[in-house]
């Protein structure tokens, strides 16, 4: 009642409040606004005279089980995690003002929801973790990491639930983690990686701290495996200046991935502070034709298939002359190295 009675001094400073820019109420026009409560989320409205009226309340039937004892690493939240050496186990604490560490270059891990502890979660969050730094790992093994853990019983985002802003399930979460995201605008070079369905959780929180005029100017963001689109992630990353690197997300064999990260190349390449550019664009526009050449390409290409579609869509969009001119640049580029010459 305390927190639903302070939303009479308006919404600046609460990060609780969640508002998806310009949802109203159907049946009055009036603004709405998702405050989320321990144990509950509240849906309110505000009239035209400044007063609030709640229309729904949802309980949250796992709201008990994920504030359990901090000991037992199955609490919503931040931990320090560091692997243990020896094995595979990963050790965790629990961070209750959810402050990530305020170390240069600091790696934060986003995990997936389905993990029954954070310790279990940091394990197989580690390799999102190894995938963006490449062969030197060194600063995970020296430092470990933070780790964004989504208590859960099921994985988050896939196939059906592709847009993470219309995935209910995280939205406690996201405003966690967006929380930590806003805490940690002095920290130097922070790198947020999220983990397959933890890509769910990080769009949510983007879209909070944008919602807000929050900048993380010098932080990076990269997606391992991601659940969800992509392009969503890209389009919010260039609102909060946060850096992007060439290869913003690994999507693995995900089809529906490809298409999202091709989607917004043209945004990218507009974009004079994305390093993606004309050259590496049509790099991976050749590995797509390449594709197409095998037996299985080909075939879904005669038929009109995916694959024939996204590499029109490509040239399409990024303009006959540039990417002709990219790939024989690359092409050539290739046989030089070949042949030494």
Not at 49 to 67: A, G, P, R, S
Not at 71 to 91: F, P, Q, V
Not at 225 to 239: D, I, N, Q
């Amino acid at each position: 009642m305390k927190e639903l009675n302070a939303l009479t001094t308006g919404m600046q400073g609460k990060n609780n409040v969640y508002v998806r820019p310009g949802e109203r109420q159907i049946s009055t026009g009036n603004a709405q606004y998702y405050v989320f409560l321990p144990g509950l989320k509240a849906t309110v409205v505000r009239w035209p005279n400044d007063q609030f009226c709640i229309t729904k309340l949802v309980m949250d039937e796992h709201y008990y089980q994920i504030t359990n004892n901090a000991e037992s690493n199955t609490r919503l939240g931040l931990y320090r995690a560091k692997s243990d050496g020896h094995t595979n186990g990963w050790k965790v604490r629990h961070v209750p003002d959810g402050k990530v560490l305020p170390q240069a270059s600091r790696i934060v891990t986003i995990s997936d929801g389905h993990y029954p502890t954070a310790a279990d979660a940091a394990r197989y969050s580690a390799d999102g973790v190894r995938d963006f730094l490449g062969a030197d790992t060194s600063s995970l093994s020296v430092n470990g990491c933070d780790l964004h853990y989504s208590p859960a019983k099921k994985e988050l985002g896939g196939l059906f639930c592709y847009n993470a802003l219309a995935t209910d399930d995280s939205r406690g979460s996201a405003v966690h983690l967006a929380n930590s995201m806003e805490k940690a605008q002095g920290v130097k070079n922070v790198r947020w990686i999220a983990d397959a369905g933890g890509s769910v959780v990080l769009t949510q929180a983007m879209q909070i701290l944008a919602d807000k005029n929050i900048s993380l100017t010098g932080h990076t963001v990269y997606l391992h495996k991601p659940k969800t689109s992509p392009a969503k992630v890209v389009r919010l990353a260039h609102e909060l200046d946060l850096n992007v690197n060439k290869k913003i997300a690994n999507t693995g064999l995900s089809v529906s991935g490809a298409i999202s990260k091709f989607s917004v190349a043209g945004v990218r390449i507009k974009n004079p502070d994305d390093p993606y550019d004309r050259s590496y664009h049509a790099s991976l526009w050749l590995k797509g034709a390449i594709t197409v050449s095998t037996p299985l390409g080909v075939a879904a290409a005669i038929a009109g298939g995916p694959v024939s579609a996204i590499l029109g869509g490509i040239a399409t969009a990024i303009g006959g002359f540039g990417v002709t001119y990219s790939v024989g640049q690359s092409v050539a580029q290739g046989v030089r190295r070949k042949y030494r010459i």
